[in-house]
């Protein structure tokens, strides 16, 4: 009698956990369809023109500008975040190559870790950490450093230090009007030649 009722029980117990999984099979599927089948939450978007209006800044990752003249290109950047407002373009992990399409050696390659540009007349200051490459071969380091657009000037107040293939320049202050391919550093000039 017992063997019979054990055998009456362990049946009990087969059925029981074959009817726990239809349950949970059935709870799994009733519930994935609920969620599936519910309609998507309402959001809220609004379309950005870049503009910074009203103190509203829009931030970009892995931005990328050109700057074209006619089929030429003045300028190109490169840099990690941007954030644009309607006044200033900020910018974090900048690199720029500025061109001249009559005169390719007034070329140069500026790096920095910010730059500032203002949005109405491109005028742009590089800070930290400035290198400037020209052709010449020839690289300049400062920390703070403007580009005057209109003028294709490059000025500084900040220490200074040029390297070249025949010497080494530090001084502070620097003008170089690029066109006319002329430098000024204004004063504290030493120079070591090789």
Known sequence: MWIRFYRLFDRFLEALRILALVSILLLLGAGG???????APETSRSDSAL???DGVKTKITGFSM?????????WTLNAQEVWVTEATTDMDGVKMHFAHPQKKDTTFDVASKKASMDNRTKN????GDVWVKMPRPLTLHTEKLDW???KRTITTD???RIETTSGVVNGKGL???LDEQRFTVAHSVRA???
């Open 33 to 39: 369809y609920h969620l599936l089948s519910r309609p």
């Open 192 to 194: 070591l030649f090789y």
């Open 124 to 127: 742009i200051t590089f800070s």
């Open 66 to 74: 050109t700057e074209k003249a006619g089929n030429d290109d003045r």
């Open 175 to 177: 003008i170089v009007e």
């Open 148 to 150: 005057i657009s209109a």
């Open 158 to 160: 900040d220490a200074i």
């Open 51 to 53: 503009s910074g209006e």
